[in-house]
């Protein structure tokens, strides 16, 4: 029986063409329909309501944006196989499959010293197994083991669909109009050249357009002072948990599979030898969980997890120079009467750090542009480039959040 395409009604691209058999199987497995249950962007729908958007959407986008790039790269006359195309796409398709809940928000403090790109590597292999090897290809692609490198460039790269996507995605769900870019201009404008991804001349301000919509995003949204506040309350919660289990006081998780990693945090080895139960964890086990601690006899766990419930989010106060330790010991003193605490657990409710955005970084990334002339240069070095200003350096803050 021959395959009949599929399509998929995206918001953000229309209709997305589901073209061969084993993409549709993949999608249709139990590990990557665990992405439906894992939100985009944690905790940002708590300042932008509509970003509920889950990784499963973000995966969709990247396979529609891939299948377009690989399009406009065989146009240009770049040689691309059906195997490599199909390669190509399932790699981007899983690329994210390895998440755990809340995505970034909760790695390695759920599971210690757990990368999400290597819980991916996992999976995918796991399911090659499964598939008979026909996800080799991709596993190399997403390694960067494959001959071709432009292909893993368009996975995990300065110009990967993964950075399109989300960048197009998520600013249309929180409605930051800052995040729009022209990831369609972006595609037409590809080429490659002795075996890397480029871009042509003519797409210069595409690209610049893109980089500074990627440093607005980030200050606005996904460092945003109240999403902060959000996910750094849920390691706080979790961190309890653990640091309850370890005292040997009942706390019970909503499911199986998150008690389990709650108590068996092993890195990446737990999760090799139950990969079915880490992928039965998703953002409802922790949700519910957190639910239900809300009235746990800890007075810690319970009060961090009704702040987080009632969306009563600690305070945040950002600025350029690290705060002074009087602050932060008038308001542990403050925290530690309201609350009848010990000085060594004010920590749960007061605390500092950095947060830190690069537009470009100069001695890492490299984004390359082709002239019509044949030669190459690194955008940074472009006459009149926007990146060559103030953009290209690093932007630091410290912060101090707290109770209110």
């Given amino acids: 029986m021959s395959f009949v395409r599929k399509i998929i009604n995206d918001p953000v691209y229309g209709f997305i063409t589901i073209d061969h058999p084993l ?57 691309i196989t059906p195997e490599e195309e199909l390669g190509a796409k399932i790699a981007i398709l899983l690329h994210d499959i390895g998440h755990g809940p809340y995505s970034h928000a909760l790695e390695n403090e759920l599971i210690n010293d757990a990368r999400h790109e290597d819980i991916s590597l996992l999976i995918m292999q796991t399911m090659n197994d499964e598939y008979e090897g026909q996800l080799q290809t991709a596993i190399d692609i997403f390694r960067d083991e494959y001959p071709k490198h432009f292909f893993h ?19 249309f769900f929180t409605g930051v109009a800052e995040g729009v870019i022209s990831y369609d201009r ?147 003193c403050e925290v530690s009467q309201r609350l009848a605490i010990s000085d060594e657990d004010t920590g749960y409710f007061i605390f500092t750090g950095e947060a830190i955005n690069t537009t470009y970084d100069l001695s890492d990334e490299r984004i390359d542009i082709l002239f019509k002339d044949g030669s190459i240069r690194d955008i940074s070095q472009i006459d009149n480039a926007l990146i060559h200003q103030q953009l290209a350096g690093p932007v630091k803050k410290y912060y101090i959040c707290y109770l209110k």
């Fill in 153 to 171: 460039q368009l996975v995990s790269g300065q110009l990967d669909v993964d950075r399109m996507d989300y960048l197009s995605r998520d600013s």
């Fill in 186 to 332: 972006i595609l037409k404008m590809l080429v490659v050249k002795n075996d890397e991804l480029m871009i042509e001349e003519k797409g210069i301000y595409s690209i610049e357009k893109f980089l500074v919509a990627r440093r607005l995003m980030y200050w606005q949204v996904y460092l945003h002072k109240a999403v902060m506040s959000a996910e750094m309350l849920l390691v706080k919660i979790i961190r309890r948990a653990k640091e309850l289990l370890r005292a040997g006081v009942s706390t019970l998780a909503a499911t199986d599979a998150l008690n389990f990693f709650l108590n068996n945090s092993d890195g990446v080895r737990s999760i090799r030898e139950h990969l079915d139960m880490f992928c039965n964890l998703d953002d409802y086990d922790v949700m519910c969980t957190i639910k239900n601690w809300s009235n746990h006899p800890d007075k810690i766990l319970s009060t961090l997890c009704r702040c987080l419930v009632d969306r009563k989010l600690f305070k945040i106060r950002l600025q350029a120079e690290p705060f002074d330790e009087r602050i932060i010991n008038e308001k542990k």
């Fill in 23 to 79: 993409i549709l199987s993949i999608i249709a497995h139990p590990y990557y329909q665990r992405l439906r249950r894992i939100h985009q962007m944690a905790f940002a729908h708590l300042v932008y309501p509509g970003a509920v958007h889950s990784r499963l959407h973000h995966s969709l986008g990247t396979y529609h944006l891939m299948s377009a790039a690989l399009g406009e790269l065989k146009n240009k006359g770049t040689t």
